[in-house]
């Protein structure tokens, strides 16, 4: 084989807010365990030096070598709605200047990044020594400003990286749609790809001896328009009217939390939407085991992989037609991220109706448990091999 | 509740004991055996006795011994410091009636006047005092209501109930503007105050000062020279002349005059005089009509912890946390918050009450 890949991610576990570190870890490990030797550089608040050298290992223990430079990039990152203070452009900058030197005497076969964030880094480097590029879309500037007016800077940045990558993966048809309808990447340059899945909840023995007596609809996700938070409480209102028993938690922060407090106690909901904060580990594993019904009503969703968390712990889902996650989920409920009246019918079906819930959950569980990094990974193998005897001939 | 989730409220009156209430008391002891004239009414709720009883005991035993000097009154009050009076009757009736028995079996005196929660008034809420046979009650001296009229008048309400008024100049002197470094005449001096009192009323006129009792040592802190102000002004006072008079007292020497009447309520609190402070966003609003909307379930559950814990919900402060207004009163409402912001505060209350709701849910239906 002796294929090295040098990848460029900017979040990862177990310092992650969000779905990208989680997707990064999937893909990484199982390349990792099928083979592949692979060269991780993030970015690290807390490095002693300006650049450190870890190993970590695969779930097998095949070990993988990760890269921390110093840099200050947490774009998501912050609690109770705080979000990352500093000027992500600058830091983006200063993390691609970082890289370049620490991998500048690295030898590899292919550069592998992930979003826009690490599209300077990338392309200083596939400059610097001609190696392909393949560039993994998790997301594009018209999803997290749910098809407004996105950062122009941030768009420049990313539309270079979908013209200069050899090949870019997306993460579902619907993001490889985005991509090809609003940013006129070629179609024949994207392949999906859809994430997988390392989402055990039984790992471990949790608790849900915690909103007894009262059916409960979660909402997992950062509280940022994308995500559309908003709909869930109109849903909830709806809900609420028939079924005031029943309690809706937001787990997640962001920048519309207080808004969506404001909101919701307006709409009369105090005591009954609830405001968790970003759950991790335990207490995600409690939530998800606890919940009755899942909601993902997000505007513009390149995947949704807590959607299929919460698919795995037997939840039955409820997402927009506008993500990804729907495509391997035959079983989720699809509605428009704006219908909550359509939204609210079907949460109280799953409500009232005990045993349709128990069944959808039991299917969507199986669907879910088909799905595994394992495949995703075969997958991106695929695509580097193409790329690499393209390259050879 | 589990000890641990009571160290907040341990670890808040022990510092405040230790800053204000155990040095003001001490002094108030001292000037009683050194000043027979001397004379003050104090309120004190239900909770804080509660909270004493727990954790700073000696306190108590303080009060015990100043009720006993025959000449400290003792107020009437809701005991858990709540807006009960704003949204039911019944429930405001039952608190101050537990009030009353507390500072009874306790102190051994029988409350007389009535003091609502941060002074609110209203024209029902003073009908509803009446009713329970109170002779006065305390209100603020706010312009909005009696315009240019001096209150240092009584006053009484549209159903005829006599009424104090804070006389808030003088008593912000004390409370907010003792050691504003603003101020021209500054520090203020027993003897500047004591002559700005007595040429603000004529001879058969009173001046009420009413304030938190966190004033001397916790507003003002030790340093600015509070308690030997306050220590000053009251012999100086009794000394030129002044004389200190009880609530109850006042109602029967000083003649009525107007009438004050506000269908609307006001309060102590703030430069708006209202109570904006604890229903002035929609995160107030709701948790407030969500808690009273919960009385006939609380009560049909007959469990005494239950009906105990959401009386506790209702102590006005989990209100004023959320509070939104971020002027110059806001400064004032970071300080007293536990919280860091009045979202996180909504949030906590938020978690509570909906364990609360669920309790009795639980309860009722099994």
């Known amino acids: ?393 | 509740m589990p000890e641990n989730l009571d160290f907040e409220n341990g670890k808040v009156m022990k510092k405040v004991a230790e800053k204000s209430y155990r040095p003001m008391l001490t002094l108030l002891e001292k000037l009683m055996e050194k000043e027979d004239k001397f004379k003050f009414s104090v309120s004190i709720t239900g909770v804080a006795v509660e909270q004493m009883e727990r954790y700073t005991p000696d306190l108590l035993g303080l009060l015990e011994r100043l009720a006993k000097t025959g000449r400290v009154e003792f107020l009437s009050e809701t005991y858990y410091h709540s807006l009960s009076s704003l949204y039911s009757p019944t429930e405001f009736i039952l608190q101050v009636s537990q009030h009353k028995r507390m500072i009874e079996d306790r102190f051994g005196i029988t409350p007389k006047v009535f003091r609502n929660t941060e002074l609110i008034y209203t024209n029902n809420v003073a009908k509803l005092v009446q009713d329970m046979g109170y002779k006065a009650m305390l209100a603020e001296g706010t312009e909005k209501v009696i315009g240019r009229k001096s209150p240092t008048k009584i006053f009484h309400s549209p159903s005829g109930l006599p009424l104090l008024l804070k006389h808030y100049k003088l008593s912000d002197d004390v409370a907010f503007r003792f050691s504003d470094s603003h101020r021209s005449d500054k520090p203020l001096t027993a003897e500047t105050f004591a002559h700005w009192i007595n040429s603000s009323y004529p001879e058969d006129e009173v001046v009420n000062l009413f304030m938190d009792f966190e004033t001397f040592g916790e507003h003002q802190w030790e340093d600015t020279g509070i308690f030997r102000f306050f220590e000053h002004f009251v012999s100086h006072n009794i000394a030129t002349g002044g004389e200190f008079v009880l609530p109850s007292e006042a109602i029967k020497v000083i003649k009525k005059a107007d009438i004050y009447s506000s269908d609307s309520p006001v309060s102590w609190a703030d430069v708006d005089r209202d109570i904006t402070a604890w229903r002035g966003n929609s995160l107030q609003e709701d948790t407030l009509t969500k808690i009273y909307a919960l009385e006939t379930q609380v009560m049909a559950s007959k469990d005494d912890q239950i009906i105990s814990d959401w009386r506790k919900m209702q102590t006005s402060d989990h209100f004023y946390y959320m509070c939104t207004k971020w002027a110059n009163d806001g400064d004032v409402h970071a300080y007293f918050s536990p919280y860091g912001s009045p979202f996180q505060a909504y949030s906590n209350f938020n978690n509570a009450f909906t364990d609360l709701k669920l309790r009795i849910v639980k309860k009722n239906d099994g």
Request: charged fraction near 25%; proline fraction near 5%.
């Open chain 1, 1 to 393: 084989m002796g294929r090295k890949i040098l990848m460029i991610g900017w979040e990862y576990p177990p310092n992650y807010s969000g779905g990208l570190g989680i997707a990064c870890q999937g893909i990484v490990e199982n390349l990792v365990e099928q083979g592949e030797e692979i060269i991780l550089v993030l970015p690290s608040v807390m490095t002693p030096k300006s650049v450190c050298e870890n190993i970590f290992h695969s779930p097998t223990g095949k070990p993988y070598r990760v890269i921390y430079v110093r840099s200050k990039l947490r774009p998501y990152a912050g609690k109770d709605g705080v979000e990352y203070k500093g000027d992500v452009i600058e830091d983006v900058k200063t993390y691609a200047r970082k890289v370049f030197n620490a991998v500048s005497e690295e030898d590899f076969d292919l550069i592998h990044i992930h979003d826009w964030l690490t599209v300077p880094a990338g392309l200083r480097i596939k400059e610097e020594t001609g190696k392909p590029m393949v560039m993994h879309v998790h997301s594009t500037e018209y999803d997290r400003t749910a098809g407004g007016d996105g950062n122009k800077e941030v768009e420049e940045i990313e539309k270079k990286g979908y013209l200069a990558a050899d090949k870019i993966i997306a993460v579902s048809g619907y993001t490889k749609k985005v991509l090809v309808e609003k940013y006129q990447v070629p179609d024949e340059k994207v392949e999906v790809v859809h994430n997988g899945n390392n989402y055990l909840p039984h790992s471990r023995q949790v608790s849900v001896d915690f909103l007894k007596n009262c059916p409960v609809v979660i909402f997992v996700g950062r509280l940022t328009i994308q995500k559309g938070p908003v709909y869930f409480i109109e849903m909830a209102k709806q809900v609420f009217e028939k079924r005031p028993e029943t309690v809706f938690v937001f787990a997640g922060d962001g920048d519309m939390t207080k808004q969506l407090m404001m909101t919701s106690a307006f709409s009369g909901l105090s005591g009954t939407v609830l405001f968790a904060g970003f759950l991790k580990d335990e207490a995600r594993d409690r939530l998800y085991q606890r919940a009755d019904v899942f909601v993902m009503p997000s505007v513009s969703e390149p995947f949704g992989i807590v959607a299929l968390e919460a698919a795995v712990a037997g939840v039955p889902v409820v997402v927009s037609k506008t993500s990804g996650v729907a495509e391997v989920l035959p079983s989720s409920i699809r509605l428009d991220f704006w219908d909550t009246d359509l939204m609210a019918k079907s949460i109280l079906a799953l409500i009232e109706k005990g045993d349709y819930r128990r069944e959808l959950g039991e299917k969507i569980r199986s669907e879910a448990g088909a799905i595994t990094w394992e495949k995703s990974a075969i997958k991106i193998r695929e695509n580097y091999h193409q790329l690499l005897e393209v390259d050879r001939g």
